[in-house]
C-alpha cells in the first residue's frame, strides 16, 4: 500500500522562505514521478511542481516558477519542495501525489488531479504577517 506522508508546513511571513517534505512509501521513486499541489481555502487543487522519475526532469506552474525547487535528494524515497519569496497567495494546504501505477509513472504527464493515483493527507503552509 502506498502511503504519502508530507511535512513541514508552518506560518511563514510573505517574503519567506519554507522547505516542506514528503515522504514515500510502498513504491519506489525510481519508478514513480511526485508532483506537489496546493489548494487555498475555497479554491481547487493546483498542481504547481513535479519531478520526473524518469531523467529528474522538473516542472513548475507559471504561479511558483522560479521561486519554488522541487529535489529528490540522495535518490532516496522523499521528495523536497523548497519555497522561497512566498506571498500570501501561497497559502493553502500542500500535496504530495503519485501517479498511478503504469507505463507513465516516471513521467510528469501533467497537472491535471485525476492524473495522480496516491495522495498524502497534506501539510499547511500559512503565510502572514
Known amino acids: 500500500q502506498v502511503h504519502l506522508v508530507e511535512s513541514g508546513g508552518g506560518l511563514v511571513q510573505p517574503g519567506g522562505s519554507l522547505g516542506i517534505s514528503c515522504a514515500v512509501s510502498?513504491?519506489?521513486?525510481?519508478?514513480?514521478?511526485v508532483a506537489w499541489f496546493r489548494q487555498a481555502p475555497g479554491k481547487e487543487r493546483e498542481g504547481i511542481s513535479c519531478?520526473?522519475?524518469?531523467?529528474?526532469?522538473?516542472y513548475y506552474a507559471d504561479s511558483v516558477k522560479d521561486r519554488f525547487t522541487i529535489s529528490r535528494p540522495n535518490a532516496k524515497n522523499t521528495v523536497n519542495l523548497q519555497m522561497n519569496s512566498l506571498t500570501p497567495e501561497g497559502r493553502g494546504l500542500y500535496f504530495c501525489?503519485?501517479?498511478?501505477?503504469?507505463?507513465?509513472?516516471?513521467?510528469?504527464?501533467?497537472?491535471?488531479?485525476?492524473?495522480?493515483?496516491?495522495w498524502g493527507q497534506g501539510t499547511q503552509v500559512t503565510v502572514s504577517s
Open positions: 510502498g513504491l519506489s521513486l525510481d519508478h514513480y514521478a
Open positions: 519531478i520526473s522519475a524518469f531523467d529528474g526532469s522538473t
Open positions: 501525489v503519485t501517479p498511478p501505477p503504469g507505463g507513465l509513472s516516471d513521467y510528469c504527464v501533467d497537472f491535471r488531479p485525476e492524473s495522480f493515483g496516491s
